[in-house]
Every structure is written in C-alpha cells, then in structure tokens.
Nanobody, 125 residues
Framework: QVQLSESGGGLVQVGDALRLSCDVS????????MAWFRQVPGQDRDFVGA????????HYSDVVKGRFLISKDDAKNTLYLILNSLRLEDTAVYYC??????????????????WGPGTQVTVSS
C-alpha cells in the first residue's frame, strides 16, 4: 500500500521560511511525478507546484513562483517544498500527491491519485 506522509508544517511569521517534506512508502518515487497542493477551509484545493518524474522540470502556480521551490530526492523517497518569504495568504494545509499515470495535465486535483493527509502551515503577523 502506497502511503504519503507530510511533515514540517508549523506556525511561522511573515517573511519566514519553511521546508516541508513528503515521505513516501510502498513504492519508489523514481520516475514518478509529484506535486504539492494547498487548501484553506471552505475553499478548493489549489495547485502549488509539481515536479516531473526526472526532477528536472518544475511547474509552479503564479502566486508562489519565485518564492517556493519543489524538489525530490529519489534516494530518500522524499518530496520537498521550500517555502520562502512566507505571506499571510500562504496559510493553509499543504498536501503532497503522486501524479496519475493517465494524467493529462499538472494543475488539477484530478491529475493525482494518491494523497497524503496534509500538514498545517500558519503564517502570522
């Protein structure tokens, strides 16, 4: 059974940085595309960023581009998200996900078929 487990969330201040981790068990993430999404209560789950199976190409939402960095370490079977220059509006639960082999795109929840339970990031002033 494939399981994803996010960690690294917490309470930080505006301008701070965080590193989120997503540990994967049950399968190798080599040659696996993955992504981060985030969700605020009462709102849709929004795309944050994704990395291709090789880890060489990344996609980001416009609101985080230039501030967040996604990467994966195949040897550790872990996906990372570095959040820099955090803003109040970055407060959300952050989820990692594995892209479906049949996915056509990158930015929809429907492109991903395995999810972690999420980790809370709260940015305060």
């Amino acid at each position: 059974q494939v399981q994803l487990s996010e960690s690294g969330g917490g309470l930080v201040q505006v301008g701070d940085a965080l590193r989120l981790s997503c540990d994967v068990s049950g399968r190798s993430i080599q040659r696996t595309a993955m992504a981060w999404f985030r969700q605020v209560p009462g709102q849709d789950r929004d795309f944050v960023g994704a990395v291709t199976w090789s880890g060489q190409v990344s996609h980001y939402s416009d609101v985080v581009k230039g501030r967040f960095l996604i990467s994966k370490d195949d040897a550790k079977n872990t996906l990372y998200l570095i959040l820099n220059s955090l803003r109040l509006e970055d407060t959300a639960v952050y989820y990692c996900a594995i892209r479906s082999s049949s996915a056509a795109g990158w930015r929809s929840q429907d492109d991903y078929d395995t999810w972690g339970p999420g980790t809370q990031v709260t940015v305060s002033s």
